[in-house]
């Protein structure tokens, strides 16, 4: 893609249309360039006004000085007010109807991609509006998992290499120390608590993608569940382990390990005690994919801090 150039717009690197990029650039600084006035400039200069759409600001004494080699000549015109840009204000809203993630977006949008919808908004074009939002709002903010309507959609993972995934998860069950101790005795209402949780923990994770819904049914090579008690605290401990070879992660799966051998305790239990309470369910680590390898500390909502080059993988997208 020609840099400053949207996908959607199918340009070549000749740029024989006027570019959006262009016409933002256009715009701000008060000119109308006619098709003929823009393939009259040479392709760096046409590149240059390109570059100039692009920036958060305009440098419109530099637009000015390239529009005025084109000939025929530019048209002086109002200039655009760039301050319209800052909200998705109600009729900007009404114009891209039904894009209903749109206004929660649009702060995040660079101040180019704002300008490229509301002007495909204007010319009425639907068809080339739903491409539109696809590559800008989807790509800016990683709204992957978001069709152009705003509707939940599986991601295509196809284009991603097949590496080795790994993901740790836990889930703590609270409860006085005396059920607590019926699991040690093997005193439950229903038998062995942790082989039954054991069990259910890894036949759920293997329907993660039917309980799930935009889950990927993955070919799970490995999933371990390790359970441990301690009868003074009152508390089940339950760790599960799962890996793959695939293109997506294993985090769900070992989510949803952890959650049901969880309920499964409390099913096991509920008959000596009714309110036993299920904590703490979190993603532990995570190995393999682009966004490398994640440690969670004990501090809610911090976690170790990635690398740049992870950083950077992380907004290319995770599928």
């Not at 150039?5 to 109308?32: C, M, N």
């Not at 200039?79 to 998705?88: F, P, T």
């Not at 036949?203 to 009868?231: F, G, N, Q, Y």
């Amino acid at each position: 893609m020609t840099a400053g150039v949207f996908t959607f717009e199918a340009q070549g690197a000749d740029l024989k249309l006027l570019p959006l990029a262009a016409r933002r650039a256009l715009d701000v600084s008060g000119w109308k360039l006619s098709l003929a006035g823009w393939t009259s400039l040479s392709q760096f200069d046409r590149h240059a006004l390109v570059a100039y759409g692009t920036a958060e600001r305009i440098d419109t004494s530099a637009v000015e000085a390239l529009v005025r080699l084109a000939t025929p000549s530019a048209t002086p015109i109002d200039a655009s007010i760039e301050g319209a840009l800052e909200e998705c204000d109600d009729r900007a809203a009404r114009l891209l109807h039904p894009y209903r993630v749109l206004a929660s977006a649009w702060p995040g949008l660079s101040r180019l991609s704002r300008f490229a919808l509301r002007h495909l908004a204007k010319r009425g074009d639907a068809e080339r509006l739903a491409v539109a939002f696809d590559e800008v709002v989807g790509r800016a903010l990683q709204l992957t998992h978001l069709d152009s309507k705003g509707e939940a959609r599986m991601v295509d993972v196809g284009e991603k290499g097949v590496t080795k995934r790994r993901a740790v998860a836990r889930a703590r069950v609270k409860m006085l120390p005396k059920t607590a101790l019926l699991i040690v005795e093997h005193g439950g209402p229903k038998g062995d608590v942790l082989a039954s949780a054991r069990i259910a923990g890894i036949m759920a994770s293997k329907r993660t993608s039917d309980l799930i819904p935009l889950c990927h049914p993955i070919a799970l090579s490995h999933v371990a569940l390790e359970l441990t008690v301690d009868p003074e605290a009152g508390v089940v401990t339950i760790l599960a382990t799962t890996e793959t070879w695939d293109r997506t992660g294993v985090e769900m799966e070992a989510m949803v390990a952890v959650s049901v051998a969880a309920l499964t305790v409390y099913d096991m239990l509920k008959g000596a005690q009714r309110d036993i309470a299920i904590e703490d369910v979190v993603l532990l680590e995570k190995e393999g994919g682009r966004s490398g390898h994640y440690v969670r500390t004990e501090t809610l909502g911090h976690s170790a801090a990635p690398t740049p080059r992870e950083e950077h993988e992380q907004n290319e997208g995770e599928g």
